[in-house]
């Protein structure tokens, strides 16, 4: 609804205008004034889209006031009424930015069209402006993404006359969401608004792909305590399908490519621990007391053996490391019988046994400290390090076989816990070795895939992008055309025009 100011020393013809325009379709809220000087203070109180004025007024002219308006206003649009007399008048009034005028006694045919032309100018000036708005959004989430993936020092440099990096710089943190099924390619804006109306965070939201949403935070607060809030909330109202990961803290936009990797990281502990929901950096997944600590600790490194997950076996030798100097309340016997255990579990899965595991368990009773046997798990674990390198052919004939698997069947809905089925790993350990051998996750390379098809069947056919969704994996085209938009930098169609920006043409703007 626009607003109109009407200034006039005459009441009866504020009256008169105000009578014009309540006869129009369009609702207006209509203010008043009966000179320049009770304008002016109007106009520093309120917002007004266009002003009606008067030229000959007590305390202020119409000059004047128009001059003054503009200063106070810089957007507003002006008309000015004057007599047949008046025209010097209305040429200072048109240089001072009066945009048009209305002859005395107003014509109302003429006040009419006046009204109508100031109307469809603000419109479409509003409409391009949130075009302008929308596009300056996207291009910074288009960039933001890209610089997440891959980004920088010398990236920022690259990119900084397109977005304002200094923005980035408020960035304090990253929450990552994950649904089991293709919850956001249906339902990404409706999760969108309710969340936004239940934490009453400022937020940006960058989509991942079907199964996946990033949070980015733009104040500072317990990340711990907000992801899980939003943990619990998901679950409770879209069902109980969602996995949450939460990130440490962010000082600087410098900072922001090495959080989200270890945010995917983080995120992949769902596929050793089914049961839960949240993962947090730096916490074992239960609340361990003191006492449990030995126990709990070479229990998870036990599994993490058997399951092959070098990631975390380092991750819980780090904190096991960290916290040598707690281990004086266990006693000694203790202490190496169960680390004992564990180095067994280490021979067992290198199949190593015999005279050499004998000795490794009496060299382990032989220690004078914790920090030796420390030394030796370290040294175990470099080992079985170096046996997966060795089994390096099998891991790419595994990771060739899942890719071709891709390429062959984008069209169909695809999961890393099918594609780890298909070559007969462990979820976790096949997103590990993936990631290993192509330097990127395997939900980033199945919607690399698809979107390098959706290219190829916009420029080498003439199939509609309803077909070209489906074919590539959609089911939903609204977010297929968002989808290729934030990973080529423009729509299908422009890019069917050869109109793109990004990566491989930067400098072309939407």
Request: aromatic share 10%; proline share 2%; glycine share 6%.
């Amino acid at each position: 609804m626009l607003t109109i100011l009407i200034v006039d020393d005459e009441k009866l013809e504020r009256r008169g205008i105000r009578f014009l325009l309540e006869q129009r379709e369009e609702e207006f809220e209509i203010l008043e004034a009966p000179n320049g000087k009770a304008a002016c203070d109007i106009l520093m109180k309120r917002s007004v889209d266009i002003l009606f004025t008067d030229i000959k007024m007590p305390y202020m002219d119409g000059i004047e006031l128009v001059k003054r308006a503009r200063e106070l206003c810089p957007r507003i649009e002006m008309v000015i009424f004057s007599g047949y007399g008046e025209f010097e008048y209305a040429r200072q009034a048109m240089q001072a930015g009066v945009e048009s005028y209305v002859l005395k006694p107003v014509d109302p045919k003429e006040f009419h069209a006046t009204i109508s032309k100031l109307a469809e100018h603000i419109g479409k000036r509003e409409e391009q402006e949130q075009r302008n708005r929308e596009n300056q959004d996207f291009r910074n989430e288009y960039f933001l993404k890209r610089y997440l993936y891959q980004g920088n020092q010398e990236y920022l440099q690259r990119i900084s006359d397109k977005v304002s990096v200094e923005d980035w710089n408020r960035i304090r943190g990253l929450i990552l969401i994950e649904s089991e099924d293709n919850f956001f390619e249906e339902s990404e804006e409706a999760f969108i608004r309710k969340l936004s109306g239940e934490v009453h965070q400022r937020m940006m939201f960058l989509n991942q792909g079907q199964r996946q949403e990033l949070c980015v935070l733009c104040d500072s607060c317990d990340l711990a305590v907000l992801a899980q809030h939003i943990c619990e909330w998901i679950n409770r109202v879209f069902g109980e399908k969602f996995y949450v990961a939460a990130g440490s803290p962010i000082a600087g936009c410098g900072e922001l490519p090495g959080a989200f990797q270890k945010l995917e990281l983080l995120m992949e502990n769902k596929f050793y621990q089914k049961d839960r929901r949240l993962f947090l950096p730096g916490k074992t997944p239960e609340e361990v007391s003191a006492d449990q600590f030995l126990d709990d600790i070479l229990r998870r490194m036990t599994e993490n053996i058997r399951q092959d997950d070098m990631v975390h076996l380092w991750e819980h030798f780090q904190i096991l490391r960290a916290n040598l100097g707690n281990l004086s309340q266990y006693s000694l016997i203790y202490t190496k019988f169960m680390f004992s255990n564990l180095i067994r579990e280490f021979y067992v899965h290198l199949d190593i046994g015999g005279k050499r595991l004998q000795a490794a368990i009496q060299q382990v009773y032989e220690f004078r400290s914790v920090q030796e046997v420390a030394e030796m798990i370290e040294s175990l674990i470099a080992d079985m390090e170096r046996h997966m390198e060795d089994q390096g052919s099998a891991s790419r004939d595994e990771v060739a076989r899942a890719k071709s698997y891709i390429y062959a069947h984008y069209g169909e809905d695809i999961s890393v816990e099918m594609l780890a089925d298909l070559v007969y790993l462990s979820p976790g350990y096949f997103s590990y070795i993936f990631k290993k051998k192509t330097g990127e996750n395997v939900s980033h390379f199945i919607r690399a895939c698809r979107m390098e098809k959706a290219k190829e069947l916009l420029t080498q056919t003439n199939k509609k992008i309803v077909q070209i969704c489906e074919e590539t994996g959609f089911s939903n085209v609204s977010y297929f055309c968002r989808s290729f938009r934030e990973y080529c930098g423009c729509s299908p169609e422009k890019y069917r025009k050869g109109e793109a920006f990004g990566e491989q043409g930067e400098g072309k703007i939407l």
